[in-house]
C-alpha cells in the first residue's frame, strides 16, 4: 500500500466598479489565499443563449484548504453544476479568479487544460454511466488515465490494485460495470478519479441515483480518501444525511456563497460526544450579505431592513415604520 500515500481574514479590497475591473480586482486578493487548495474569488459566469443572458456566477467567493473535504449544496440552478464544471477544467469563467493547485483556470491554454484535467483533478460525476467505460473491467477503467504516465506498467498496475482495495472492491477488478451494482460502479468511478494523483477530487452528485444505504457506502469511499490519500474533495449533494457528514458545508444561493455550516465534535467528562453545528451568513468584500429565508419570510423582510450598530452586533430590523413612530417600535424584535 505504499503506493498510496482556517482561514484567515480576507483583505480589504476596494470594490470594483464594473465587470471590466473584476478580474483585475480579484487578482490583487490571490496572494492571501496562495496556500488554498481552491481558491474562487468574485467569480462571474455569463451565458448568452439566443439573445438571452443568464448569470450563473454573480460574484462567487470560495476558499477550500489542502485536504479538506468540504460539502456544496443549493437549489436547482443556484449554479452549483457551473462552479464545478469551471473547477473540473470544462469550462472558463467570464471574470474573477479561479484557482485550483497553483494553476490559474483562466489562464490556461488548451494543452494546459488538457493536462490539468489529467493530473491535477478527478472528477465523478452522477451518472454512473458517464464515469466507466462499458466494455472494460474496473482495473482497466483504472488504467486508462495512466495510459500517459511515464510509471512503469507494474506500478501502474500496483496502483489501480491498491485502490481498488482501498475503496473495498476489489472483488469487481475482473468485472465489467454491468456485472456492477451501482455503489460498486460508483466506488470504482472515484477510483478511476484517483488513477492520477491528483490534488482535487470533484463530485458531482455521486449519491444521487443510489438508494440510502448505497449511497452511505459510497460517500464513505470519498472520506476514505480524503483521509487515506489526503486529496482535497469538494462534493456537490442534495443529501441533508450526507452532507452533515462533514465537517464544512457550504450553500450556494442565486450564484453566490450564501451560508457555511461548521460542525465539530466534543467529548464530555462522562465519555459522551457531543456534535455541534452552527450555520454562519457569509459577508463578502462589499459586505454584502444574504439573509436566510426561512428567517426572512417569517418577518416580512423584503426591499429594505434598518440596521443598528450594537457594541457586539449589528440588529437587522424589519421595516415597520408609521407616522406616528418613525423610529420603530423599540421591542421589535431582530431579524
Not at 56 to 81: H, I, N, P, Y
Request: proline share 4%; aromatic share 2%.
Amino acid at each position: 500500500m505504499s503506493a498510496l500515500a482556517g482561514r484567515g481574514p480576507r483583505p480589504e479590497v476596494q470594490a470594483a466598479s464594473g465587470l471590466a475591473e473584476l478580474g483585475a480586482e480579484a487578482a490583487s486578493a490571490q496572494s492571501a489565499y496562495s496556500d488554498a487548495m481552491i481558491m474562487c474569488d468574485r467569480l462571474v459566469r455569463i451565458y448568452q443563449a439566443e439573445g438571452i443572458e443568464v448569470q450563473a456566477l454573480q460574484g462567487l467567493d470560495l476558499v477550500v484548504e489542502r485536504g479538506e473535504l468540504t460539502a456544496v449544496v443549493g437549489a436547482s440552478g443556484s449554479g452549483k453544476s457551473t462552479l464545478m464544471n469551471i473547477l473540473a477544467g470544462l469550462d472558463s469563467p467570464t471574470a474573477g479568479v479561479a484557482r485550483v493547485a497553483g494553476r490559474d483556470l483562466a489562464a490556461m491554454t488548451g494543452r494546459e487544460r488538457t493536462d490539468y484535467r489529467r493530473r491535477a483533478v478527478g472528477f465523478v460525476w452522477q451518472q454512473t454511466s458517464r464515469n466507466l467505460l462499458p466494455y472494460l473491467t474496473a482495473r482497466q477503467n483504472v488504467l486508462v488515465p495512466m495510459q500517459f504516465s511515464s510509471a512503469p506498467r507494474r506500478v501502474r498496475g500496483q496502483r489501480a490494485d491498491d485502490l481498488l482495495g482501498l475503496l473495498e472492491i476489489a472483488h469487481c477488478a475482473d468485472r465489467t460495470p454491468d456485472r456492477m451494482s451501482g455503489g460498486e460502479q460508483q466506488r470504482a468511478a472515484i477510483a478511476t478519479a484517483l488513477a492520477n494523483e491528483p490534488a482535487v477530487l470533484l463530485a458531482d452528485e455521486p449519491t444521487g441515483e443510489l438508494d440510502t444505504r448505497t449511497a452511505r457506502s459510497v460517500f464513505a469511499a470519498l472520506q476514505t480518501a480524503n483521509a487515506q490519500l489526503g486529496v482535497t474533495v469538494l462534493v456537490v449533494t442534495h443529501d441533508p444525511e450526507l452532507s452533515a457528514q462533514v465537517r464544512r458545508t457550504v450553500a450556494i444561493r442565486d450564484g453566490r456563497t450564501s451560508s457555511e455550516t461548521l460542525r465539530r465534535s466534543s467529548d464530555g467528562e462522562d465519555g459522551t460526544t457531543t456534535h455541534h453545528a452552527v450555520e454562519y451568513a457569509l459577508v463578502d468584500r462589499a459586505g454584502r450579505v444574504q439573509l436566510p429565508r426561512d428567517m426572512t419570510e417569517p418577518l416580512q423582510i423584503r426591499d429594505r431592513v434598518r440596521l443598528e450598530s450594537e457594541s457586539d452586533h449589528i440588529g437587522v430590523w424589519p421595516d415597520r415604520q408609521t407616522a406616528a413612530d418613525p423610529a420603530g417600535p423599540a421591542d421589535d424584535r431582530h431579524a
